[in-house]
C-alpha cells in the first residue's frame, strides 16, 4: 500500500493562508429570527426602526401635566394657582400628556393649599417648556437605522430593537460544524474502558469550543477505522455543513484513513503543518465545503482548533477575533526545540518580586492536564533552537492577568495534599490560588535559589545526619532566609501490584532478576531515599531492572505498577491507594514547604497557612491515608 507520510511541512502562517482563503468562498446562510431570541447573534443586514420610541410625549415623572405658558409668572414668594382638569393634569411616569401639554411639574413642588377644594393646586417655580417630559422619538427615531450589518447583538440591544417595533429580524445562520469522532479503540464517555479501550474526548471538546466561538455542532457516531465507512461519513457531513472536522485519522498509520479518503473525494490543500503539537493536520475542501482532519492527541486537536478552526468562525460570522492579553515572562529553564517546527508551549505563569517568571508544563501531545494547567501559551519559532534561563516570553494569556498576579507558584516535589490545598483556597474564597509544577526536591531548592518560585515543596533525606530538607537548604541556600513550614509527614514505601504476586518485601528484592522496578527522576526526594537506602544496604543501583526509567510523580509511579509495566516503585501510601495497588511501608518523611523571604508573611502566605492550620484541610488530607498532619503549620526555621 502507498503510505505518504506527509504532502507538506509548511508553515503555519501560509497553512492558515490556504484553507482560510479556500473556506471563506463559503458564505454563511442567514435567517429570520424572532427578535426575542436574537442575543449573541449576527445581524446579516441594518435592522431600521418601525416606530418610534416613545411613540408620543411621554411623561419623565410622577406629577402635574401642563402648558409650561400657564406656570409663568410663579416664583417663591408669589405662588400660582391652577385647577386640576382644566389647566393641570395629573400624570404618572410614561403616561401619554395631554395634546395641550408640553411639561411635567414633578408632584414634589405642588401643593394643595386648600383642604375643602382639592381640585386647586399651587406651584411655586414656573415650569420650561418640555421639561420632564419623554418627546417622540427621544430615544429611537421611525426610520432610524438601529443595529448595523454584521453587528453581535448584546443582551441591551434587543431592548432597542424591540422598543424601535423590530420584532424579527434577519441574522446569519450559525456556523454548523460536524464532528465525526473515528477509531475501533474508541467508546463514548460512560463507562469505564476496558483494556485498549479510549473514552473519547475530542469531539465534546471541540463542540464546546465550537459554541464558545459562535458555532453550532452536530456529532455523528464514532466511525470505526475502515476507510469506506470513513468515506460515507464525509459524504452524509459535507451535504449539511459549513465544516466538518474528523477526530484522528490525520497522520499516517496504518489505521489512519483521513487523507486518503480526502483525497478521493474532495481536494487536499494541506497534509502537515511545521508546527508542534498539532503537526498531521490534514485540511481539504469537499464538494466546496471545509473539512480538517484533526490529530488524535487531544493537545494536537486543541491547537488545531485554536489555529484553524477559531479564525474561520470568526471570519465567517464578520468578526475581529478577540483580542489576547500578552505578559511578557522569563523563562525558568532551558528549553530545547527542533529547527523543524514552530512550537507552541504550554506554561505556568507567576509573579515572583517585580519579574514573571514561566515554566514548562509537559509537551507531549496526549497530555491533556497541560492544556488544564496553563495560564499561556508562548510559541518557539521554527527558526530557534530553544530558549535559555531567564531568556523572555511572550506569552499569550489563558487567564486574566490579574488571577496571575494573585497565583502562589510551588515548584518542587510532587505531593498529592498540594491539590487539596489549592482547592481549600478555593473554598475560603481567597482570592489567590495555588499553581504546583513538579520538578522534583532538589528543583525545588534550585528555583528557590534562582527566585523562580514562592514556595518549593521538599522531602530529602540528608543521609550525613539523617534529617530531613534543613541540612539541603543551609547547604545550597546558605546566608538565605528561608522559611520552612511543615505540611506533614508521610509514609514511603513500596508499591506493588494488588496482592503483591512478586512477594517484594523490602529494597533488596528489587535487584531480583524477576523485579521491574520504575524510578522517580532525578532530583526528587524519593529517589534520594532509595540510593540512601541501597548504598546503606551495599547494593548496586545497576543491578535493579528498569532503575533508569523514570517518573514524575507518585501517581504515575503507581500507574505504571496498575497497568503492569512494573511490578514496583517506590511512592507514598496515599498514591498506592489512589488506585487500588498494594504497600510495603519503609519509613515516614517530612514533607515541608521552603518559603522564600519576599513571600514570608505576605497576604498570599497568610491565607496558605489559614488552610493548612485548618482542622478541614488536616481532616482531607488524612482521609488519604498515610499521612500524619497533626504538626501541620508548624514554623520550624526562619534562617537557614
Known sequence: MDRKIYLSNIPLNKAKELFLHAALRRSLAVEELDTRLAAGRITAEPAFARISSPHYHAAAMDGIAVKAADTFGATLTSAKRLTLGQNAFPVDTGGALPPQCDAVIMIEDVTFPEKENPGVIEIREAAAPWQHVRSIGEDVVAGEMILPSYHLIRPFDLGALLSGGVFSLRVLKKPLVTLIPTGTEIIPPGRVPETGEIIESNTFTAAAAVESWGGAYTRQPIVKDEAEMLESAVRRAVRCSDLVLISAGSSAGRRDHTFRVLERVGEVLVHGVAIRPGKPVVLALVDGVPVAGLPGYPVASYMILEHFVKPLLYAWQKQPLPEEEILLASSSRRILSSLKDEEFLRLKIGRIKEKYIATPLSRGAGVSMSLVRADGVATIPQDKEGVEPGEELCVRLWRRRKDVENTIVCLGSHDLSLDLLADYLKRR?????????????????????????????????????????????????????????????????????????????????????????????????????????LARQGLDARMIKGYTREEFNHLAVAAAIKGGSADAGIGIRAAAGTLGLDFIPLAWEDYDLAISASFYQTPPYDALLEVVSSVEFRNAVESLGGYDLKDSGKLLTTDS
Do not use: W
Open 429 to 533: 474564597d481567597f482570592p489567590f490560588t495555588l499553581s504546583s509544577a513538579h520538578v522534583g526536591s532538589m528543583g525545588g531548592i534550585l528555583s528557590l535559589q534562582r527566585e523562580e518560585t514562592h514556595i518549593a515543596g521538599l522531602h530529602l533525606l540528608d543521609p550525613d545526619s539523617g534529617r530531613y530538607n534543613i541540612p539541603y537548604l543551609e547547604r545550597y541556600l546558605p546566608g538565605r532566609k528561608i522559611c520552612l513550614l511543615h505540611l506533614a509527614r508521610r509514609e514511603l514505601g513500596l508499591i506493588v501490584a494488588p496482592g503483591n504476586p512478586k512477594r517484594v518485601q523490602e529494597i533488596e528484592d528489587l535487584v531480583r532478576e524477576d523485579i521491574l522496578f520504575v524510578n522517580r527522576q532525578k532530583g526528587a526526594g524519593t529517589r534520594v531515599f532509595l540510593d540512601y537506602n
